[in-house]
């Protein structure tokens, strides 16, 4: 059963040689016996009754941050600990009416805000290729668990990065779709512009089908739209005629950035990657992003703003944690939200409310924004020249736990490559394109640790992005076992 | 109040709209369920809910912004404003700020700034002796009225005094009331009002300082904290003192105004664009159906009211108090003999009408039938029917109704008098009565007359026509 992709398992219950449950009891049990890595935070008490629908069953994780009914949904934060929503996110009813079996809640750095995992109030997450490294994040625990085999898919939410580093840094499949594809309705917000849901999988081919059962306008959520066709099951074989840009601002960093140079072992697997995609028929040119260098500090500028706000209803009045005690109503806010929230989480809220001061507001959201529009425009003109673009997902593969927490600047950097793409809407995945020995020459379970192919396209761009990415996943044979707990 | 300084009051007014459904969610509006009770996850801002913008508050906010001639903003965008209370679940309140629907407009002589929509607070109830939350024992709150669809209206500085401001605000409550947008009432809190006020040297024109003056929930209450507040700042300045920028409680019990917080401690409220909600597209369609959904636009009646021959004044007060125009225009429809000219009707119905009416009565709710006043106005007019007599048929129609005005001048022999021998003779006895002011009147006292004529009236008990009195008076004098 483990070896079965989501994808072959629905068509293995299809044809009768597996049942649902079987396979949901097969899920659950690992997931509960490998509570080592911590990737759930939530694991499902029983088995639940056959579900019909396209994914005949299919247990799935859903990251904790999506809203389920009486189910805990914390966010990985201290601030929601037992919260019970009484309503389930859209996404997520969506998934289940199509057959989908919720088994488990992942970990996640708290509201989303890491590239590590490390900041969940829940501990944190490990990586299953090395235990001594983070899983990235903010993702990490559907990453991980994917990868591990603790679970045949999962759903995970990207910002400005936190579904496509994960899964670079687990060897996984991540996609980030284009921003308004899937309803945000029942996640629970960490930057409203840029949040998107979006699967995590072992293979592309997984990947599209859980999208396709995933996006469509929700009357309840203004900003989600219906994409202009269906979600195809990927067949690409070549890359016949498929111009790929690599972008020279982003491969080759300077200044302030120098930090988000890609490590020689990604370099190298990268330009791996690009010779097999000529060999599929591609072609490769530069290609010209010149402000996705800004798009990083617009980032750090525009999300915690919205993040700001968005947490300003974690209050202690109507739900979570209310600190006890409090004299009056300021005390009751600010001692419930010095203890609700962790320190990755006030960095940004303090950032974010300063950026939105008045007197400080045109200087930095108000130039964010112009930025964001900056970049959006690049891309744009970009895919004037060529149908996609690629970069590797990740600078570094995965790090060691705590080597960046001490320089919240180091742990940005993390964003470098996935954050433009996040500004400007835009689709883009992450594929798994080779092991590299890690920065200092350790070497773990397959001989090395996995790098990820970042490829996006112009918005709604969903099918020919995972077409590309299905002929370089073959072409690639990467080899996600050693990672299997 | 003296005359050395001139008070500037523009008004901040929130309206209640009457949609079915909150502002950003589908719950319904509350009348006085029990709380809590018209809720749900958006309303209540739990974790990952979304706002969707209310279509109909948009096309009631569009009616009001055609209603007072504002400029509908194509593409307007809703804002954060984010500050923490009890009251207000998610940290902010959605509303908008510098890119509103409607933009500019004026409703009689005071022009508007702007109008935009934006969603109602919860509702606090503090425990206790204080009242207020700072000393309360429990604060409460009802998420019931949270959500509520408002619009807020906001004048330019144009008013000069607690009255006027007063008056204008019942001009606005009806033309709302006429396009059934809202309740409008002020008890209930489905119309607030907030005035900002400033004095300055009269016959100059810079703006003095301004405080906001806040909670006065009825007309009485306007007049008197505005009044109270200007007294207040008056003194200051008549004292060499300085008016400061801040924001004012007005306590109608005690009269007293009271400072809630100093320009040092307004908040900062952080505005940037809503991220979770798209820009509300104006097009031809929705204004289309904003329009056809109002009877008539005020002005546009004013307009046709002059066309029948009104002058502008009475034109504007007909058409911007609806209930008078529709009352007036019931009326002129009523096909009575003679016909009253539209004039001559109108000034009857603003006039001696509503003199007689208690403040703010729709004439549709009095005992005079719109049919029995034109039919009054028609006998007066072509003389029948003296003005006295009139006013006279008029009093009984108030007081007891009646179909047939002229019923009443036969019952009661109010019937004009030609200027036949009967009033001659009349005349001639005020004259003998009157000796002492005839022989003033024939001197060029024109004022001398007043008692001559009184004595006619008597006698006739108003039938006369005055001027047909003093013309008898001048030719028996020989003058």
């Known amino acids: ?98 057959g989908a079996t919720l088994v488990a809640k992942t970990n996640q750095d708290e509201f989303a805000m890491g590239s590590s995992t490390e900041n969940s109030a829940y501990g944190p997450t490990l990586n299953p290729w090395d235990r001594g490294r983070v899983p990235g994040g903010s993702s990490g625990g559907s990453a991980a668990a994917v990868a591990a085999g603790l679970a045949p898919w999962a759903l995970g939410t990207d910002t400005g990065g936190s579904i496509r580093q994960p899964a670079a840094l687990c060897g996984v499949v991540g996609l980030k779709p284009t921003y308004g594809s899937v309803s ?113 500090p617009a980032y750090y500028v525009l ?32 001692r419930t939200r010095h203890d609700g929230f962790g320190p990755e989480v006030k960095r940004r809220i303090m950032l974010g409310t300063y950026a939105l001061s008045s007197g400080y507001y045109d200087a930095y959201y108000g130039r964010a924004q112009r930025v964001r529009t900056k970049i959006a425009e690049d891309f744009r003109s970009a895919f004037q020249d060529v149908d996609l673009i690629v970069t590797p997902t990740s600078a570094s593969v995965a790090f060691e736990l705590g080597e960046k927490t001490a320089n919240p600047w180091t742990m940005y950097l993390s964003d470098y490559f996935t954050v433009p793409m996040s500004l400007a809407g835009i689709p883009a995945i992450s594929i798994p394109c080779g092991l590299s020995p890690a920065s200092d020459g350790a070497s773990p379970a397959g001989g090395g640790l996995p790098v990820g192919l970042q490829i996006a396209g112009p918005a709604f761009s969903e099918n020919r992005l995972l077409d590309a990415a299905h002929a370089l996943e073959r072409a690639i044979g990467f080899d996600g076992v050693p990672a299997r707990v | 109040m003296s005359e050395r300084y001139e008070p500037v009051i523009g008004l901040e007014i929130h309206v209640q709209l009457a949609t079915a459904t909150k502002m950003f969610c589908g719950c319904e509006l509350s009348f006085g369920e029990p709380p809590n009770t018209r809720t749900c996850a958006v309303c209540l801002g739990l974790p990952g809910s979304l706002p969707v913008a209310n279509a109909r508050a948009v096309h009631f906010g569009l009616m009001i912004g055609l209603a007072l001639g504002s400029e509908l903003a194509p593409r307007s965008i809703f804002h ?75 004048t330019e500085p144009d008013l000069r005094s607690p009255e006027q401001a007063s008056e204008w605000l019942k001009l606005l409550r009806t033309t709302l009331r006429q396009l059934g947008v809202s309740d409008v009432n002020m008890e209930e809190g489905s119309l607030r009002c907030d005035a900002n006020i400033s004095l300055r040297p009269s016959g100059t024109s810079e703006l003095g300082v301004k405080t906001e003056l806040k909670n006065m929930n009825s007309f009485r209450f306007i007049e008197r904290g505005i009044r109270a507040e200007i007294a207040r700042q008056e003194t200051l300045l008549s004292s060499g003192g300085k008016v400061l920028q801040e924001t004012l409680h007005f306590d109608p019990g005690s009269g007293a105004i009271t400072s ?181 009147v024939r001197e060029g006292n024109a004022k001398a007359i007043g008692p001559i004529v009184g004595y006619v009236m008597r006698e006739t008990k108003g039938r006369a026509e005055g001027t047909e009195v003093a013309r008898l008076v001048h030719e028996q004098l020989g003058i």
């Open chain 2, 80 to 154: 954060r404003k984010n500050y923490f209370y009890p009251d207000l679940p998610k940290g902010y309140q959605i509303s908008q700020y510098d890119e509103p629907l409607c933009l500019g407009g004026r409703l009689g002589d005071v022009r508007i700034h702007r109008v935009h929509l934006e969603e109602d607070a919860a509702k606090l109830i503090h425990l206790g002796a204080s009242g207020r939350i700072h000393g309360s024992d429990v604060s409460i709150v009802d998420f019931n009225r949270g959500g509520t669809p408002l619009a807020e209206i906001v």
């Open chain 2, 260 to 440: 809630l917080r100093s320009k040092e401690e307004a908040h900062d409220y952080r505005y940037f664009p809503e991220p979770d909600l798209v820009p509300v597209a104006i097009d031809e369609a929705m204004i289309g159906e904003a329009r056809a959904a109002m009877s008539e636009l005020p002005a546009e009646r004013a307009e046709r009211l002059e066309e029948l021959g009104l002058s502008a004044d009475s034109a504007q007060q007909l058409a911007f108090r609806g209930e008078l125009g529709d009352y007036f225009e019931a009326a002129l429809a009523a096909e009575v003999d003679p016909a009253p000219p539209p004039q001559a009707l109108a000034n009857w119905v603003t006039g001696e009408l509503l003199g007689r009416l208690a403040d703010g009565e729709d004439p549709a709710d009095s005992r005079v039938g719109a049919r029995a006043l034109a039919a009054l106005v028609g006998l007066v007019s072509a003389k029948r029917v003296s003005v006295g007599a009139g006013r006279q048929v008029l009093d009984r129609l108030v007081a007891e109704g009646g179909e047939d005005p002229a019923a009443i001048v036969q019952a009661e022999g109010l019937a004009a008098m030609d200027g036949g021998d009967e009033l001659w003779s009349i005349v001639a006895a005020a004259l003998a009565a009157n000796a002492d002011a005839a022989a003033r």
């Open chain 1, 1 to 98: 059963m483990l070896e079965l992709s989501a994808a072959q398992a629905i068509a293995a219950i299809e044809a009768g040689e597996l049942s649902a449950q079987e396979l949901f009891a097969f899920y659950r049990e690992r997931a509960n016996e490998h509570g080592g890595l911590n990737c759930f935070t939530w694991i499902a008490d029983g088995v639940p009754l056959p579900s019909g629908g396209p994914l005949s069953g299919v247990p799935l994780a859903v990251k904790d941050l999506f809203c389920t009914e009486g189910v805990p949904t914390q966010s990985g934060s201290r601030i929601l600990e037992g919260y019970l929503p009484p309503y389930t996110a859209t996404v997520v009813s969506r998934l289940s009416d199509a």
């Open chain 1, 184 to 296: 945000r309705y029942g996640m629970i917000a960490f930057a409203s512009s840029l949040d998107q849901a979006g699967p995590l999988t072992r293979d592309v081919t997984d990947a599209a089908l859980l999208l396709k059962h995933m996006v469509g306008r929700d009357p309840c959520d203004a900003t989600s739209l219906q994409l202009p066709g269906e979600i195809a099951k990927p067949q690409a074989e070549r890359l016949d005629g498929v111009r790929l840009g690599v972008p020279a601002e982003l491969l080759t960093p300077g200044g302030d950035f120098a930090g988000a140079e890609a490590e020689p072992g990604v370099r190298d697997a990268f330009e791996r990657t690009l010779k097999l995609a000529e060999d599929l028929g591609a072609s490769v040119q530069e290609v010209r992003l010149p402000h996705a260098p800004y798009a990083l």
């Open chain 1, 303 to 334: 999300a915690p703003s919205e993040a700001s706000s968005n947490l300003a209803r974690f209050d202690g009045v109507r739900f979570g944690m209310r600190a006890p005690d409090a004299t009056d109503l300021l005390d009751m806010y600010t």
